[in-house]
Every structure is written in structure tokens, then in C-alpha cells.
């Protein structure tokens, strides 16, 4: 049976000048999509296309968001998840929509799948724009000279423009020879505005009533490997036995879950770790709203999307080098820090200095969080996809 919003697009018979496509819809694709849709020069013209109902390619976890009825977004294949889906028909399905749909535009997510190609090869093929929105670094894996040759001829074939985060991942496009004149930026955006308006009034509260400790340093997202959660652990407890105070509360869940709370327990400061376990967008607000600071220690990241959520919410942050926000959101000493994840101690070190801080100097960190992240908006993504369409 087709969901709510097949039946809709079904419907549609007005041409779309834009179409966004994404593998599963997360609180942040709605968010983007919404700042491309309402763009003037795109209103009424954009049209959301999900790949996947069930869960993404994060395999037994599920961050989807139900998908808001007033949106015009379809998903292909609601009841299937990422790894059930077979990737031939759901390129299959992909070709025949966008050539009902008929864009001018199509924004494609990566160029990894064989749906992000046939995409791609769809706009190639019918003489339209296709535009890679992409959160790739240099640094994000090891790289080989023959596959990265293999992948500069691939993505100038298959696109014209591309969508990428920050500083670091247009470097990485241009080393790929992509034309920098054909990059556009702020693909990395969360709904801002959202955060601004809930995070206040919840401040106006005491933590008590959430059951979070008077003051703490606060990780929100998965519980695996390249986060390096285990680093932070292992950081925090140093900096407590250098005499900290503040505790530590971990949003999220993973396939390190088990490990890490291990390594808590047999902590003398275990009843000061806190492990929330996995939260909506709806319910982090709370989470950030009472923290004293946001930390970020992963060793590969691409971005780090929940550092923009802090900063929205108005924090301080601390934030790993190997993070592709780093270069662009951390102004150091002014709202945050950044270390080096693989240097004993460095983070412990921070840890103790941001709890040294008078409340003052928090607030001005707090402030200037505030001041970067309001150019990181799904408005200005709209206006980078505009600029496209009008080019």
C-alpha cells in the first residue's frame, strides 16, 4: 500500500523545478528541505523524494522522522530498510519518478549508491542540472591514488554543480578537480530556529526536573567506534582525578553501548557519568538546554551535525580536529576549542579549562556560538540552490 505521501506525488502533475533526494529522512533533511522549498524563487517548485522508509544505512538504528503531510516528500519504498531494499529496482523506481517529476534540478546525495548514480546519470542523460551534495574530506579515510583518479573522472561526468559543507570539503572537491566556480556551500544546516525557540523557555526551568546533573559536559550521538566516546570516557575520569567536578551525560546509542557502560562502571566516578540512551530531535532541547559545554570527540567525522545543534542552543563547544565542522565552526578561544583526539590528555585539559571559566566568559562563548552558527541556516542552503537553478 502506498503511504500518504506516494499518493500525493502520484497527484502531482505540475513540474518540479528542483527535486532533493535523500537515502532516509532525518529531522535535519526536513529542515533543509523546507529552507530550499521556501525560497521565492523555488516556491511551490521543489519536490522531496526518500529513498527508504525503514531503517537507513546505519544498520539497527533509526533516526527517520516521520515525514510532515504538508511537505510535498514521497518515499519510494516506505516499508523497506536500507540493507532489504534492492538497489537495482530502487534505481529503477528513482529513474521512472524523476522522469514524471521532469526536473530542472536534481540534488543527489553522494555518489557511492547506485540509486545517488542512476540519479545523477537520470539529469546527465535528460540535459538537467545534477548537483552532488556531498560532506566528504580528504580525511575521512585513507586515500589511494588510483581510486581517487577513478573518483575525480566520475564525479565531472556525473555532475555539474555540487553542495558541500565547509572550508575542508571544498579543498577535498577542487584536489578532485572539481571547478571550485561550481561549488555552493552550507549543505551542513539544522533547524536553527527550532532550537532558539525551545531551548530558552526550557532554561527558565531547573535541571532537577529533568533528572540531569547540576553541571555537565555533553555528547549527543551514536555509540560507535570512529566517535571515540571511549576517548571521552577515558578523558573525563582524568579529569576528574585532576579534580573536576562537572559530570558527564552521553546521548545515544550503539554498537559500543555494552563497552562503554563497562568502562563507567568500573569508574569511581560512575554515578556522575550519565547514559541517556537514544533521543529524538524533539528530545534533545532538554539535553542541551542545562549543559555547560558540548564535546565532539570523534576520530573521523565528516561534519558533526550535532555541533551545530549546540551552538543553536547556545553552547560553548569542543570539538575533535578530525571533525569536518572544525575549520569552520570553531573559532578557538572565542566559542570553543578544538584537540587532537589522539593526543593523552589534551582533552582532559580543556575539559578542566572550560569548568575554570567564570560564568562571563561562558556567556560570551555562548553568545558568539550563537553569532557563527546563524549563518549555518537551511535559508542560506535554499540561497545556494537558488543560485544554482538561476545560473
Request: proline share 5%.
Amino acid at each position: 500500500m502506498p503511504d500518504a505521501h506516494s499518493s500525493l506525488a502520484k497527484n502531482t502533475l505540475a513540474r518540479s523545478r528542483v527535486v532533493a533526494i535523500w537515502i532516509d529522512w532525518y529531522a535535519y533533511h526536513i529542515a533543509r528541505f523546507r529552507g530550499i522549498q521556501q525560497h521565492p524563487l523555488l516556491v511551490d517548485g521543489v519536490w522531496g523524494i526518500e529513498l527508504v522508509g525503514g531503517i537507513g544505512v546505519h544498520t539497527g538504528l533509526k533516526f527517520r522522522e516521520e515525514l510532515p503531510l504538508d511537505l510535498p516528500i514521497e518515499t519510494l519504498m516506505p516499508n523497506s530498510s536500507w540493507q532489504e531494499a534492492g538497489k537495482f529496482s530502487l534505481s529503477a523506481k528513482l529513474w521512472r519518478r524523476l522522469s514524471e517529476l521532469n526536473p530542472d534540478v536534481v540534488l543527489v546525495p553522494g555518489y557511492y549508491t547506485l540509486p545517488a548514480i542512476a540519479a545523477a546519470l537520470w539529469a546527465r542523460f535528460h540535459g538537467r542540472k545534477s548537483v552532488l551534495m556531498t560532506e566528504s574530506t580528504e580525511g575521512d579515510h585513507a586515500r589511494r591514488w588510483w581510486k581517487e583518479t577513478l573518483k575525480s573522472i566520475l564525479i565531472r561526468l556525473l555532475f555539474n554543480w555540487a553542495i558541500s559543507g565547509g572550508k575542508a570539503h571544498m579543498r577535498y572537491l577542487e584536489r578532485l578537480s572539481f571547478p571550485a566556480r561550481r561549488i555552493r556551500h552550507f549543505y551542513d544546516v539544522v533547524d536553527n530556529q527550532y532550537l532558539k525557540e525551545t531551548v530558552g523557555p526550557i532554561k527558565l526551568g531547573s535541571a532537577s526536573r529533568t533528572k540531569l546533573p547540576e553541571r555537565y559536559f555533553l555528547y549527543v550521538g551514536r555509540l560507535s567506534c570512529e566517535k571515540n566516546v571511549d576517548g571521552l570516557l577515558a578523558e573525563w575520569i582524568r579529569y576528574r582525578e585532576q579534580g573536576g567536578t562537572w559530570s558527564l551525560v552521553l546521548v545515544g546509542a550503539g554498537p559500543q553501548t555494552d563497552l562503554l557502560k563497562a568502562i563507567a562502571s568500573n569508574s569511581v566516578f560512575a554515578r556522575d557519568i550519565f547514559f541517556a540512551g537514544h533521543k529524538t530531535f524533539r528530545d534533545l532541547p532538554s539535553f542541551y538546554a542545562f549543559a555547560g559545554c558540548f564535546v565532539l570527540p570523534s576520530t573521523r567525522e565528516p561534519w558533526g551535525l550535532v555541533v551545530n545543534e549546540a551552538m543553536a542552543s547556545g553552547l560553548p563547544v569542543l570539538v575533535s580536529s578530525r571533525c569536518g565542522c572544525a575549520e569552520d565552526l570553531v573559532d578557538s578561544g572565542s566559542n570553543g576549542f578544538t584537540f587532537d583526539p589522539s593526543k593523552k590528555g589534551a582533552l582532559a585539559a580543556l575539559l578542566a579549562r572550560m569548568e575554570s571559566l567564570e560564568l562571563s566568559a561562558l556567556t560570551r562563548m555562548s553568545d558568539r556560538s550563537l553569532e557563527i552558527i546563524a549563518t549555518y541556516t537551511p535559508e542560506a542552503l535554499g540561497a545556494q540552490v537558488a543560485s544554482i537553478v538561476a545560473a
